[in-house]
Structures are given as structure tokens and as C-alpha cells.
Nanobody, 112 residues
Framework: QVQLVESGGGLVQAGGSLRLSCLYS???????VSWHRQTPGKEREWVAE?????LYDRSVKGRFTISRDSGKNTVYLQMNDLKPEDTGVYYC?????????WGVGTQVTVSS
């Protein structure tokens, strides 16, 4: 069984920063963990992922940093220079045995 729990969301002004955390628990090894976000009326979109390397969507590259603390079973998303268009519910996801496993999400709101 795999479980993911996000935290760290909140309300911040444009130009500010937030750090999201994704705590994962599993009896299996967790490799790739990705962050996604969703705004009402839009499809959920991929933001970044980490495995042996890190990858970013072009809209966040240079502003967001994904990292992992394996000792704490946690993946972080450091978000700097936030923009109103970064507003949304942020979810972390992993995949195990052919199935996607999602957390419940954490709300990020960036005011202009």
C-alpha cells in the first residue's frame, strides 16, 4: 500500500515563496514522485518530477526546485517568485504496479 500526504500550501503575495512537502509511506521502494497542479475549469497539469534526475515544466523552470529527503520519505517543492497563475491545488503522485497514487492535494493561492 502507498500513501501520499501533501502539506505546505497557503496564501502568498506575488513574488513570495512557499515550500510544499509530500510525505510518502509505503512498504515498497518509491522512485519517481511528481508534482501536479489543478485550477478550477482546467485539467490537472504536470509541474515537476524527481527520480534519478529532476525535470520541470517550462512555466516553472528556474523558479521551482524539487528535491527529496529519503531519510524522511519526503519530496519537497520549493516555489520562489510565485505568480498569480501558479494558483491551484497541488498534488503529488507516484506510480506503483501500474497504478497512479495521488495525494489529496494542498491549496496554493498567489495574490497579485
Amino acid at each position: 500500500q502507498v500513501q501520499l500526504v501533501e502539506s505546505g500550501g497557503g496564501l502568498v503575495q506575488a513574488g513570495g515563496s512557499l515550500r510544499l512537502s509530500c510525505l510518502y509511506s509505503s512498504i515498497y521502494t518509491i522512485n519517481t514522485v511528481s508534482w501536479h497542479r489543478q485550477t478550477p475549469g482546467k485539467e490537472r497539469e504536470w509541474v515537476a518530477e524527481i527520480d534519478e534526475e529532476t525535470l520541470y515544466d517550462r512555466s516553472v523552470k528556474g523558479r521551482f526546485t524539487i528535491s527529496r529527503d529519503s531519510g524522511k520519505n519526503t519530496v519537497y517543492l520549493q516555489m520562489n517568485d510565485l505568480k498569480p497563475e501558479d494558483t491551484g491545488v497541488y498534488y503529488c503522485k507516484t506510480r506503483k504496479f501500474g497504478h497512479d497514487v495521488w495525494g489529496v492535494g494542498t491549496q496554493v493561492t498567489v495574490s497579485s
